[in-house]
């Protein structure tokens, strides 16, 4: 059957003079969605991305991976139809025969960007709604509230009927917002940061702390099975696992208990920030929601950002928990999120965590450690690998 896949572009449009480096990477990303499921021929025109297969391969699934990548307000499936409207009529009534015969209302659209085609919108959307009546006599027309649109785009380069658009991801392509490092916990709250900073178009680098014996090795490979989860989004993410445990058993041993986790949070921005850097990356990324706990007041998140010259950027900033689910349900990490393995976050936690801490108090209860070898051995001992 002679189908394709007409994707939507929704902000891209208003990019001005920078819309085409828009469209490059968003047919980019893409290439790289359908990449495992077929071969396809891809092509734009009039704010419309086609995506045409090659050879016979699974339409549907293509359309669900390209559901997922940033950049697109919304598509389906279309069928190709010359520029001919009596052949418009019978390809329509055909293709579209299991939807109409599952109906009970249904209306027409048309919208004709050629203005050579001989029929204006009006008298399409008469002409074919008269003849499907004819076709599926148990329809009715409902112009407010139809359980089928049936929708026939007049282009450039052929005709398309396809019934209702499908939503996209929206936001911007990844690649078009600069490079972001996200400090990944086994939580809920750091994989939906990193999916919503990816959804303007930020490439994501992912910094996880690991604190073995304390923390396991299930814990490191729940991270890995988050950034899978992420990858349909972000694409491939290059993952950093950092050893902390000398860092917090020094603190353990040397600072008060109520700073522990101020001391801890700083060391990691401080060691985000040089993997961060040489990695190219403009700006830190935490799944911090203000209130949310002891260490993320403002007070405590201004002690931590004291020790890093980067933006830091924190998308779930105002979000309350259940906001902050919805959102991990819909990309399929809270399943993985909620998995009991402890991460280096709940180790050491202090009973009574200073929630409205001085910044020369903290710096004062962190003087006694190494800092400087401390960071230096954890830089050193870091490991990658690239999640795809």
Do not use: W
């Amino acid at each position: 059957m002679n189908e394709l896949i007409l994707l939507k572009s929704g902000e891209i449009a208003l990019k001005g003079l920078n819309r085409s480096s828009f469209e490059d990477v968003l047919i980019r990303n893409c290439k790289r969605a359908v990449a495992g499921i077929g071969d396809f021929k891809f092509y734009k025109a009039q704010s419309t991305f086609y995506v045409e297969p090659r050879s016979d391969c699974d339409l549907n699934a293509a359309v669900e991976a390209l559901s997922r990548v940033f950049g697109i307000s919304a598509l389906c499936r279309a069928r190709i139809v010359e520029k001919d409207f009596a052949q418009i009529q019978t390809v329509a009534a055909d293709y579209l025969r299991d939807v109409l015969e599952a109906a009970s209302t249904f209306k027409v659209n048309a919208k004709r960007s050629d203005k050579k085609f001989p029929l204006a919108t009006p008298e399409i959307c008469r002409e074919l709604g008269g003849f499907l009546l004819e076709q599926y006599p148990h329809l009715t027309v409902d112009v407010h509230n139809p359980e089928v649109t049936v929708t026939v785009e007049i282009r450039d380069f052929a005709a398309y009927i396809h019934v209702d658009q499908l939503p996209g991801a929206g936001g911007i392509p990844v690649g078009t917002g600069g490079n972001g490092a996200l400090l990944i916990s086994g939580g809920i709250d750091s994989p939906v940061a990193g999916y919503m900073m990816a959804r303007r178009g930020v490439k994501i680098t992912g910094i996880h702390f690991a604190s073995p014996p304390y923390t396991s090795e299930r814990a490191e490979l729940k991270v890995h099975d988050l950034c899978r989860k992420l990858v349909p989004y972000c694409g491939h993410i290059q993952l950093y696992t950092v050893p902390f445990t000398e860092i917090q058993e020094a603190i353990k041993r040397e600072c008060q208990e109520d700073y522990f986790t101020l001391i801890m949070r700083r060391f990691m921005m401080k060691i985000s920030e040089i993997i961060a850097r040489r990695q190219g990356c403009g700006a830190l990324i935490t799944g911090e929601s203000i209130g949310q706990v002891a260490s993320q007041t403002m007070a405590a998140m201004a002690c931590t950002d004291a020790v890093t010259t980067m933006p830091v950027l924190r998308p779930v900033i105002g979000m309350d928990k259940e906001q902050i689910i919805a959102i991990s349900r819909q990309i399929d990490t809270f399943e993985t999120s909620i998995q009991p393995y402890e991460d280096c976050c709940t180790v050491f936690t202090p009973r009574h965590p200073r929630t409205n801490p001085k910044l020369d108090a903290v710096e004062k209860a962190e003087s006694k450690l190494d800092i400087d070898g401390l960071i230096a051995r954890a830089v050193e001992g870091a490991g990658f690998i690239v999640i795809q």
